[in-house]
């Protein structure tokens, strides 16, 4: 076993026992167990304030949560029902050129995992070239470019500077 992998087993330890307390928190506050998760994007997130029976957690009372700072996200986890299915829905998230590490971004879908979630949809505001689209209309993404994957860091310092 390499020097580093007792300090990768650990880390793992340690980001499992935050998401646990996050979920163990979310779980507190609401007797419903949803299995669908939603991540709503720019422009979507009021659709969390149409769910019924619904419960809304601020992410600054979540445990370990991390804070969106994006312009309209609301920050905000919705748990309720739209047409009798429990869903967790989020108001907003966190991205990469916030600054957050790519664990931190991933965070959220490792609490839905406890919580018992077991599909996630995830939104998001996207431009494109097609003159056909409208805005607002619904598109099916099967590939994009990757831009942060190699130099993830170095760009978070270039939009910090």
């Known amino acids: 076993m390499s020097p580093a992998a007792p300090k990768a087993a650990s880390a793992q330890g340690t980001e499992y026992a935050r998401a646990e307390r996050a979920a163990k928190f979310i779980l507190s506050k609401t007797k419903l167990r949803p299995k669908i998760a939603l991540v709503l994007g720019s422009g979507l ?27 309209g996200h609301a920050g905000r986890l919705v748990i309720g029902e739209v047409e ?34 077991r599909s996630a949809i995830l939104t998001n505001a996207a431009g ?24 993830t860091s170095g760009l978070v310092r270039a939009f910090r500077t």
Do not use: C
Not at 86 to 112: D, I, K, N, T
Not at 130 to 141: C, I, K, S
């Open 45 to 71: 997130g009021s659709f969390a304030d149409e769910l019924t029976d619904a419960v809304r957690i601020p992410y600054e009372k979540i445990p370990n949560f991390p804070r969106s700072t994006a312009v």
């Open 84 to 117: 009798g299915i429990v869903v967790a829905a989020m108001q907003g998230r966190v991205h990469l050129y916030e600054g957050y590490s790519a664990p931190e971004v991933a965070f959220s879908m490792r609490v839905f995992s406890l919580l018992g979630v």
């Open 128 to 151: 494109g070239i097609n003159l056909q689209f409208t805005q607002g209309a619904l598109v099916v993404l099967r590939d994009h470019i990757n831009w942060w994957a190699p130099t």
